[in-house]
């Protein structure tokens, strides 16, 4: 006894079931009716009489009776309009292969025949010819792209027999082209077989490109592996493509932070010459500024001391010295620092009033000089000092006019300097406004110490 059934669900889909299940008996009687039924609507060929088999097999029919406009089963309705539609082409598919043979057999036959050529129609069979070789060739390349596509590999379109045979169809029509362009060969090529060429050409390009139009599409919708390749192979390259940016990209960031490092040494560098030149030529005029105010001195200190001495040598009168000593004060030691070369008489007379005891064992002669003796040495002393201040000034405009000369050839020397030092000459005047108030600190700045064989060429020229 059968267990019974607890699930509502299981009883619910076997009461829906049930006014479609048969026993054993009653199938084999439905299936032998439609059986029987098929069978009286379809011709059977001669060879297989009235067996079943030709109501099962759709190339056993030969013929559909007529199909019925009211059936209880509209199946049956479909199954035979489909079984007349492959009738009809089946019929279509022999008479167009009859046709074909027909035309080959006319066509060998006019070949056959001594002293008839026709170059119409052998233009004609030679671009039929053409044309399906193009045809086969295209169609074993794109068989054997499929070939490697993973789906191919393992048999997915089932594509080995159809590449052999289409190998085999390829080779055959190459040795029936071959044989007859060797027929031909031997005539001469004149303008209309070149006219022939280029037709051929242009309907060979324009078939080719309409086939492989039509392959690309039937392959593109053959199968999904295809789709997941291409697909993978487009974010491949959008990948690549992104990378190759991003390297572009850092490329030209390293170029751009290397061109304005270079600048900016290159700036600070001509700064710092610039510097150099500025402090370089005020030293020099520094320079030159206080060796004229030395030597201006030095010329102001020999007049004094002459004009001191003159009046120390000049001779006085005995009766101006006595008188003098009788009504001069007594001198404090105050007075006599302080005393100008005015007061030289005085002083003078000081002198022999203090130090005449000191040189009386002195001869006479030699203590009383002859007054035109004491005028006549001043007179000498003079000249002496005009001579010399004369030679010292000569000298030293000398010197003065060497160190400008040597400071307008300064210019020259600093721009072969630059030219052996492969650099571009800096005009200190450019910049000297802009930066006047900076040229204070560069005493204090430490200067950074130069490297290399030209360290010791700073630009400095003493005079």
């Known amino acids: ?22 026993s054993r008996q009653e199938a084999l009687e439905i299936r032998r009716t439609i059986a029987t039924f098929l069978s009286s609507q379809v011709v059977p060929p001669t060879a297989c009489g009235n067996s079943h088999l ?49 035309d080959r057999e006319e066509y060998e036959a006019l070949n056959n025949v001594k002293g008839v050529t026709s170059g119409l129609q052998t233009y004609a069979y030679l671009l039929q010819s053409r044309r399906e070789k193009e045809k086969f060739e295209i169609y074993r390349e794109y068989l054997g792209q499929l070939t490697q596509l993973e789906g191919s590999q393992y048999g997915y379109l089932s594509l080995s027999d159809e590449q052999a ?57 053959r199968g999904s592996t295809s789709q997941v390749l291409h697909s993978d192979l487009s ?42 030149d500025l402090d370089t030529s005020h030293l020099r005029q520094d320079g030159k500024a206080f060796v ?22 000049r001779p006085v009168p005995s009766k101006q010295l006595q008188s003098q000593r009788r009504s001069r004060p007594p001198l404090h030691p105050q007075d006599s620092f302080n005393s100008s070369p005015h007061d030289a008489p005085t002083i003078f007379s000081y002198i022999a009033q203090n130090v005449a005891p ?16 004491i005028a006549e040495r001043a007179a000498v002393w003079a000249a002496a000092a005009g001579e010399a201040r004369v030679s010292t000034k000569v ?8 160190g400008e000369g040597h400071l307008e050839n300064a210019d020259a020397v600093l721009e072969e300097v ?31 110490k130069a490297t290399g064989p030209w360290s010791q060429l700073k630009g400095d020229i003493s005079l």
């Open 235 to 276: 974010c491949q390259q959008s990948k690549v493509r992104a990378l190759l940016r991003t390297r572009d990209e850092l490329v030209q960031w390293v170029e751009d932070a290397l061109t304005m490092s270079t600048t900016e040494d290159e700036k600070f560098h001509a700064d710092n010459i610039l510097k150099d």
């Open 292 to 313: 004229m105010e030395q030597y201006d001195a030095y010329l102001e200190s020999r007049k004094m001391l002459l004009s001191t001495i003159t009046e120390f040598l």
């Open 165 to 221: 045979q289409v190998s085999q169809l390829s080779q055959n029509l190459a040795s029936h082209i071959g044989q007859h362009d060797g027929a031909l060969g031997d005539k001469k090529e004149d303008v209309d077989s070149l006219i022939h060429r280029l037709e051929r050409a242009v309907i060979q390009a324009k078939a080719e490109a309409q086939f492989e139009a039509e392959k690309l599409f039937r392959i593109e919708g």
């Open 418 to 448: 630059y030219r052996i030092m492969n650099q571009n000459v800096v005009e200190p005047g450019v910049e000297a406004e802009d930066k006047s108030t900076t040229l204070s600190q560069t005493n204090d700045c430490t200067a950074v």
């Open 54 to 102: 030709s109501a099962c097999t759709p190339y056993g029919v030969s013929e559909v009776k007529s199909v019925p406009a009211q059936v209880e089963d509209q199946i049956y309705a479909e199954y035979l309009a489909a079984l007349q539609a492959n009738v009809h082409a089946n019929r279509e598919y022999h008479r167009l292969i009859e046709s074909y043979r027909k």
């Open 1 to 22: 006894m059968a267990p019974a059934i607890s699930d509502p669900s299981a009883v619910q889909l076997a009461q829906s079931l049930s006014p479609y299940v048969r």
């Open 395 to 402: 000298a030293v405009s000398g010197q003065i006019e060497a």
């Open 358 to 373: 000191l040189t009386q064992a002195q001869n006479v002669s030699e203590t009383q000089t002859p007054a035109s003796v």
